[in-house]
């Protein structure tokens, strides 16, 4: 089964700073997306960014971009400068491309804080 | 962008009683929509695959007489929560997947229910 660690359970950065959220999985795949959302205190769950595994560029989103190295299997988010507004829970996930089959799998999550 | 529609947004009810939570996409089909439950601080855990006209998937551990699944038309599934006791408290969150893209999932704002 896959799974997927994000060993920064709280990170905190200042405001208008860069930050990277780090995020691995275990996969026998070698064909599946990964993504980064975003859930603010509304709880709402906000997609971020998306990566497909057979793209060699790391994708990129405004102020968000991933570092996505497939052979050690890690997929990590950047903030550049960070606004108040990016504060929230992170979560990376993983699924796979099977049509109709859903198996994404969450990360436990990185609690992001910005200071003013 | 797409929207899925989840209703109620909280709910309280007495122990033994049942809940249905609606997941509703607004502006696309989805042959397929999920159910997640989230504790406090901790991740989303995929409960079941909601499969338009045929019965849902549960995952490992998820009691499908407990939550039953509904997903009787292409842009709403329910979910029912039977016999609620207080341990059943928790936030759910569907998901719907565009069935035009196979790619893309959206989230619904999610539930907080609470079970005195």
């Known amino acids: 089964a896959q799974t997927v660690t994000q060993s920064q359970p709280e990170m905190s950065v200042q405001e208008a700073e860069t930050v990277t959220l780090s995020c691995t999985y275990d996969?026998?795949?070698?064909?599946?997306?990964l993504f980064w959302y975003k859930q603010p205190p509304s709880r709402q769950m906000i997609l971020v960014i998306r990566?497909?595994?057979?793209?060699?560029q790391n994708a990129t989103e405004n102020r968000f971009s991933v570092n996505f190295q497939k052979a050690a299997k890690s997929f990590s988010l950047k903030i550049s400068d960070s606004q108040l507004g990016d504060a929230a829970m992170y979560f990376c996930?993983?699924?796979?491309?099977?049509?109709?089959?859903?198996?994404?799998?969450f990360g436990a999550g990185t609690r992001l804080t910005v200071k003013p | 962008g797409a929207v899925v529609s989840q209703h109620p947004s909280r709910v309280i009810c007495k122990s033994g009683t049942s809940v249905k939570i609606e997941c509703r996409s607004l502006?696309?089909?989805?042959?397929?929509m999920f159910w997640y439950r989230q504790f406090p601080k901790q991740s989303l855990m995929l409960m079941a695959t909601?499969?338009?006209?045929?019965?849902?998937?549960?995952e490992q551990g998820v009691e499908k007489d407990k939550f039953l699944i509904n997903h009787a038309s292409l842009t709403l599934s329910t979910l029912t929560v039977t016999s609620a006791h207080p341990e059943d408290s928790s936030f759910y969150i569907c998901?719907?997947?565009?069935?035009?893209?196979?790619?893309?999932?959206?989230f619904g704002s999610g539930t907080q229910l609470s079970v005195l």
């Open positions: 996930a993983y699924r796979t491309p099977l049509k109709g089959n859903n198996d994404m799998r």
């Open positions: 998901s719907a997947r565009d069935t035009r893209t196979n790619e893309k999932l959206f």
């Open positions: 996969t026998s795949e070698s064909d599946y997306y």
């Open positions: 909601s499969n338009e006209g045929s019965k849902a998937t549960y």
């Open positions: 990566q497909e595994a057979y793209k060699q």
């Open positions: 502006d696309f089909q989805a042959t397929t």
